[in-house]
């Protein structure tokens, strides 16, 4: 049964680490919220390591200049694993091939093909015409406003052709302040449908953990078997892939359910379970608002 709390501080100190979902849960896509920031810098006084898992297909430092300019501070957190950084390192490994076909935004994610320095003599990666291509890169669609069946004719020759398409985000939507907006994840779902091969690197498949586990225990004082929670708006993400990690959960239900939670300042909780129900998932902990 899933536990509704008031407060972040009232089951903190039974971990730690948090590993800390960003968008609609740090930020709203414009701007941090402040109760979370604030959160998160106290359980750092207490002692607590905060990892920010997020779905981003940027690279960690483009992703630590981006959350400084919604005004999140350094303060706030310890280290970044981002799905960018994981489905880089499987791009410079050959996952997809040399020569691929790019779909994202120019130049918001040019970051992604920066060179990777964890990677022993990468493969050269070059962007071509769909009809050149080894594969698919995917950090989002060309519109995030259109609906992703324009992606349909495309996707059609590349799964007659073979090719691969690497999803650097999971996520199917996300709320930019209070404008919904399709991501990459949404793409390599319908590339799925259509009979084409997606590999995933984010949240909630295990590539990600892993990256964040490596980051955790880089960081000093690290103990050999921390105790851990997974924090996120993303029912399917963040919250799929800490059960799927075996590890605790904290549901922020005024993200992405804020409706189907009927949440305001806390979730409803005959609305929360329903929408768990619907599910078939079960969070150990909900909150309205990380705080």
């Avoid at 609609?24 to 990892?51: F, Q, T, W």
């Avoid at 997809?96 to 990777?116: A, C, H, T, Y």
Wanted: glycine fraction near 10%; charged fraction near 25%.
């Amino acid at each position: 049964m899933t536990q509704i709390i008031e407060r972040f501080d009232e089951i903190s100190d039974g971990y730690d680490a948090a590993y800390v979902d960003l968008w609609g849960c740090m930020h709203n896509g414009i701007e941090a919220i402040p109760s979370a920031v604030r959160a998160m810098e106290d359980y750092r006084l207490r002692g607590g390591k905060v990892v920010l898992v997020t779905n981003s297909p940027r690279p960690w430092d483009s992703v630590a200049e981006q959350i400084k300019g919604f005004g999140i501070p350094d303060t706030a957190w310890d280290a970044i694993a981002t799905s960018g950084d994981s489905a880089r390192a499987a791009m410079y490994l050959g996952a997809v091939g040399q020569k691929v076909w790019f779909m994202g935004e120019s130049p918001r994610d040019d970051d992604f093909f920066k060179p990777l320095k964890i990677i022993d003599n990468p493969v050269t990666i070059q962007k071509v015409p769909l009809d050149e291509a080894e594969g698919i890169v995917c950090c989002g669609p060309f519109d995030p406003m259109a609906d992703v069946d324009v992606n349909r004719p495309e996707f059609l020759l590349a799964k007659q052709k073979g090719l691969k398409l690497l999803c650097a985000n999971p996520d199917l939507v996300v709320d930019r302040g209070e404008v919904r907006e399709w991501c990459a994840g949404a793409l390599a779902a319908l590339y799925s449908e259509m009979g084409g091969q997606s590999l995933y690197f984010g949240k909630p498949h295990t590539p990600i953990y892993d990256l964040a586990r490596r980051r955790l225990a880089a960081l000093p004082d690290t103990k050999d078997d921390p105790r851990i929670i997974c924090i996120g708006d993303g029912i399917l993400t963040d919250i799929r892939g800490g059960i799927g990690e075996d590890l605790d959960t904290l549901f922020i239900t005024g993200g992405l359910a804020a409706s189907e939670t009927k949440t305001t300042q806390q979730p409803d909780p005959d609305a929360l379970n329903s929408y768990l129900q619907t599910e078939l998932l079960s969070p150990t902990h909900a909150i309205g608002f990380l705080r």
